[in-house]
């Protein structure tokens, strides 16, 4: 889907809604861009009928979920399968008994385990869209901007309006019967939820993930984040160690110690958040991945708030040295940690030594 589609006409015979469960459909097979999920979250917020959609795919989750023992039976086990009003059973094979079909368990478990992986991924797209949107004000922006297709019951309102403007001698708008529109102009001023109702919103969607696949760790760090925002530093915690304990890829493992650490510093234990941001250093990662480079402001944070000034200066040094395209974001980064600022404040010689040396973070005056 290109950007072109935009400004196209519309073509009255085309459902508004066709693309957006089309991209729902890729999402299936992991083919939908970034762009595409954001267009997805809004006009599912505003649609019935692709809500409706969304939650067929839903419907399919819980089957899953009734079909758990075949994931643990033995491969030539027949096991007892509830069947829908008009269902049949795969290929048509199978005993049906009233309600229900006996299937042998190797049958079906390799087509629930891809589905399952499928179902899981798009809840973990949309769960973690509506968690960035609950704590982001940048990926908020982003969405506002998205041009999302307009829903049935939207444009007949839309055209309605635009037919009694030009019949009281107004100016008809240049896109008038277009079937994309911003998402803010979709929702209002007002447009989306709260914060806090997309974040509730986004975890129940990452639960939903976790309930067909309990080892999809991107999701569980979502969770583990969202609990984290909303203070609940003990669920945090078990999220973020789940993760530790059960994945051995790196970069995954970077992210919840990252994450992990970050919960202790906000709790005020700072040895164990010094501990866990070395361990992440030690990995190596962030030779690898350069977006764990601002491991080094954390590990500031956490030697400045004990007051190990010449560790923090160092790790300072090496934050100021390979992430100089950061320094502007660090600085407002830093500007919002108080519990630093005021440790510094009680260490009149340092602050200066730092204002001396790392203007652009600790300004006497308005600097960088």
Request: hydrophobic share 40%.
């Amino acid at each position: 889907m290109d950007g072109t589609r935009q400004d196209a006409p519309m073509d009255e015979s085309v459902d508004p809604c066709a693309q957006i469960q089309m991209d729902l459909s890729a999402m299936l097979d992991g083919e939908l861009d970034p762009a595409s999920v954001r267009r997805v979250m809004v006009h599912s917020d505003a649609c019935p009928s692709c809500r409706a959609f969304l939650d067929g795919i839903r419907a399919q989750a819980r089957s899953h979920r009734e079909l758990h023992e075949v994931l643990t039976a033995a491969p030539d086990e027949l096991v007892r399968v509830s069947l829908r009003s008009g269902q049949s059973a795969a290929g048509g094979q199978g005993t049906v008994l009233d309600s229900a079909v006996l299937v042998l368990a190797g049958e079906l478990r390799k087509q629930l385990t891809e589905n399952r992986e499928q179902l899981a991924r798009i809840f973990y797209e949309l769960g973690r869209g509506f968690v960035l949107m609950g704590i982001s004000p940048n990926f908020s922006r982003i969405v506002a901007r998205e041009p999302v297709p307009i829903p049935d019951m939207c444009q007949r309102g839309r055209n309605l309006l635009d037919e009694v403007e030009r019949l009281a001698g107004g100016e008809v708008a240049e896109d008038v019967g277009g079937e994309w529109v911003r998402a803010r102009e979709l929702f209002g001023e007002a447009w989306g939820r709260s914060p806090g109702e997309n974040l509730t919103k986004g975890e129940d969607l990452l639960h939903e993930a976790l309930m067909l696949m309990p080892e999809f760790h991107e999701a569980r760090i979502y969770v583990g984040h969202v609990h984290h925002v909303c203070g609940r530093y003990d669920d945090a915690c078990r999220q973020f160690e789940r993760v530790l304990e059960e994945s051995d890829d790196v970069g995954i493992r970077g992210f919840a110690l990252f994450n992990l650490g970050n919960v202790y510093l906000d709790k005020g234990d700072l040895a164990v958040a010094e501990r866990l941001f070395l361990q992440l250093i030690e990995s190596g990662v962030v030779e690898v991945r350069p977006q764990f480079g601002l491991i080094y402001f954390n590990l500031a944070l956490a030697y400045g708030m004990q007051e190990r000034f010449e560790e923090c200066i160092a790790w300072l040094e090496r934050l100021d040295s390979e992430l100089p395209h950061k320094r502007r974001m660090i600085a407002e980064e830093f500007k919002s940690r108080q519990d630093f600022v005021d440790t510094l404040s009680r260490h009149p010689q340092v602050y200066s030594y730092l204002t001396s040396r790392f203007p652009c973070w600790f300004p006497e005056q308005e600097a960088c």
